[in-house]
């Protein structure tokens, strides 16, 4: 299977030495060559990605903005030489934080780290269909756990942990990727936080009691969250 991936940055020295990186790599097939965030973003809207090699610092788009126009990111790595966006990339769910000058050593580690997450995504489906569980992979075992059981879903940088009442499960994957594939129960509230609305003992103006814990609700995510829960009172 091929990984299709795409470079944005505005330093054509770092487009060509990303691009020779790449054809070392049988799994990956380029999409695209961008010098900014808007051509990114035509890019994107033409041609699946799933992978995005992105600079930070670009005129006319950074790659923070980039991120923030887009609502169905694909598996981001930063590569850029500013040391201190490293905290607000992984707020933003990118999979790696690449220096520069990088070698090729530590972008063959990050791509087999974007690939690894790409080929163990959450095996679900949507609510319609009649399967009521999903499997994940932590560490060397694949577990299986039934969408009821779970209260919320937590983001931990790179990782995600899933909580139950009677364990906690964590796995290498984002928690944008979960998202996608949760049935219509789970809600994001915060950008660390997915709930199970199932699950929720009680809800306060800014946060939610299941079980013995509470969750916040942040102002991004309030109004369609208070939206859903209108929809379920009498």
Same mark, same amino acid.
Do not use: W
């Given at each position: 299977?091929?990984?299709?991936?795409?470079?944005?940055?505005?330093?054509?020295?770092?487009?060509?030495?990303?691009?020779?990186?790449?054809?070392?790599?049988?799994?990956? !097939? =380029?999409?695209?060559?961008?010098?900014?965030?808007? *051509?990114?973003?035509?890019?994107?809207?033409?041609?699946?990605?799933?992978?995005?090699?992105?600079? @930070?610092?670009?005129?006319?788009?950074?790659?923070?903005?980039? +991120?923030? &126009?887009?609502?169905?990111?694909?598996?981001? @790595?930063?590569?850029?030489?500013?040391? *201190? #966006?490293?905290?607000?990339?992984?707020?933003?769910?990118?999979?790696?934080?690449?220096?520069?000058?990088?070698?090729?050593?530590?972008?063959?580690?990050? @791509?087999?780290?974007?690939?690894?997450?790409?080929?163990?995504?959450?095996?679900?489906?949507?609510?319609? &269909?009649?399967?009521?569980?999903?499997?994940?992979?932590?560490d060397t075992r694949i577990v299986k756990?039934?969408?009821?059981?779970?209260?919320?879903?937590?983001?931990?940088? *790179?990782?995600?942990?899933?909580?139950?009442?009677?364990?906690?499960?964590?796995?290498?994957?984002? +928690?944008?990727?979960?998202?996608?594939? =949760?049935?219509?129960?789970?809600?994001?509230?915060?950008?660390?936080?997915?709930?199970?609305?199932?699950?929720?003992?009680?809800?306060?103006?800014? &946060?939610? =009691? @299941?079980?013995?814990? #509470?969750?916040?609700?942040?102002?991004? #995510?309030? !109004?369609?969250?208070?939206?859903?829960? *209108?929809? /379920? /009172? +009498?």
């Amino acid at each position: 299977m091929k990984y299709h991936i795409l470079i944005v940055d505005d330093e054509p020295p770092a487009r060509k030495l990303l691009m020779d990186y790449v054809s070392k790599l049988a799994d990956l !097939e =380029l999409v695209g060559l961008c010098s900014n965030g808007e *051509e990114a973003l035509g890019v994107l809207k033409k041609y699946p990605v799933d992978i995005l090699l992105l600079d @930070i610092r670009m005129p006319l788009m950074t790659g923070m903005d980039l +991120l923030n &126009e887009i609502s169905n990111k694909p598996l981001t @790595i930063f590569v850029t030489a500013y040391e *201190e #966006y490293a905290v607000k990339g992984y707020e933003l769910d990118v999979i790696d934080y690449l220096m520069k000058p990088v070698s090729f050593e530590r972008f063959k580690k990050a @791509i087999e780290k974007a690939i690894e997450y790409l080929s163990v995504q959450i095996s679900t489906k949507p609510a319609k &269909e009649t399967t009521d569980y999903f499997f994940i992979k932590t560490d060397t075992r694949i577990v299986k756990i039934r969408y009821e059981e779970v209260q919320a879903i937590e983001a931990q940088r *790179e990782y995600i942990k899933i909580i139950t009442p009677n364990r906690k499960v964590m796995s290498l994957i984002s +928690l944008t990727n979960v998202a996608h594939g =949760l049935p219509e129960d789970f809600v994001r509230i915060h950008r660390s936080f997915i709930i199970n609305m199932s699950q929720i003992d009680e809800v306060q103006s800014n &946060e939610i =009691l @299941i079980g013995k814990s #509470y969750y916040p609700i942040s102002r991004n #995510y309030r !109004e369609a969250f208070f939206k859903k829960l *209108e929809e /379920r /009172r +009498l």
